[in-house]
């Protein structure tokens, strides 16, 4: 299995503003994935990233707004720019297992953004 | 494209009453199939997962079959605890290597 942090944790951040959310895997993955979890909702994919590569994003993400920087195999970061109430989720990045984890993936604690 | 199913919550249940959630998809191949749990302010834990038609997925106590001929992979637990409170995400991986995910049921057990 995977170990995943993510920071913040939480935040309270004010609207116009930018949140940037770091996610820190405990082994090297090839693929990373974002997604949001907006207030009792499931979960929605905004992008995924790959190391060397830009960001894949979703049907209604664009980088502008969420821009995404995958260094190395093990971090990534996704900034929420400009923000709004609307954007008041939670942000989780997961991960592959990697071999021999039957396609597994594993998720980190989430950041709890509230926009105000 | 892929979607995933799952009956709508709240569901309500006395502890050691036996639980049933629904999750049924739409697949163009045969995906993977999951369970995810979200206790109350806590990230996504994996509870169980198929891969191929006819596996039995558990831990917990929980169960799930991967019924290719429903196309369904309901969640299952004979007897359930104060502690099982969360909710459950089913969820499926084909085609990508980004998950699917439904709607989420929200389980609450009172003692």
Redesign the interface.
């Known amino acids: 299995s995977a170990v995943i942090s993510q920071k913040p944790s939480r935040d309270i951040c004010q609207r116009g503003t930018s949140l940037t959310i770091q996610c820190q895997v405990d082994s090297q993955v090839t693929m990373m994935f974002w997604y949001r979890q907006q207030p009792g909702q499931s979960l929605t994919l905004i992008a995924t990233a790959n190391q060397g590569s830009e960001a894949t994003y979703e049907s209604g993400f664009v980088i502008d707004k969420f821009p995404i920087s995958r260094p190395n195999l093990t971090f990534s970061t996704l900034t929420v720019s400009n923000m709004s109430p609307e954007d008041s989720s939670i942000y989780l990045c997961s991960v592959e297992g990697g071999a021999g984890s039957g396609e597994t993936q594993y998720f980190g604690p989430g950041t709890r953004l509230l926009v105000l | 494209g892929n979607s995933v199913t799952q009956m709508e919550g709240p569901v309500t249940l006395s502890e050691e009453a036996f639980l049933t959630i629904n999750c049924t998809y739409t697949a163009t191949g045969y995906p993977?199939l999951?369970w995810?749990v979200q206790y109350p302010g806590?990230?996504?834990?994996?509870l169980l997962?198929a891969?191929k038609a006819d596996d039995k997925g558990s831990n917990k106590g929980f169960e799930a079959t991967y019924r290719k001929e429903t196309t369904s992979f309901h969640l299952e637990k004979g007897s359930v605890q104060v502690s099982d409170s969360a909710v459950y995400?089913c969820a499926l991986?084909w085609g990508r290597?980004?998950?699917t995910?439904?709607?989420?049921t929200r389980l609450q057990v009172q003692p």
Do not use: D, I, V, W
């Open positions: 993977s999951f995810y806590e990230g996504l834990q994996l997962k891969t995400f991986l290597r980004a998950l995910f439904g709607s989420g």
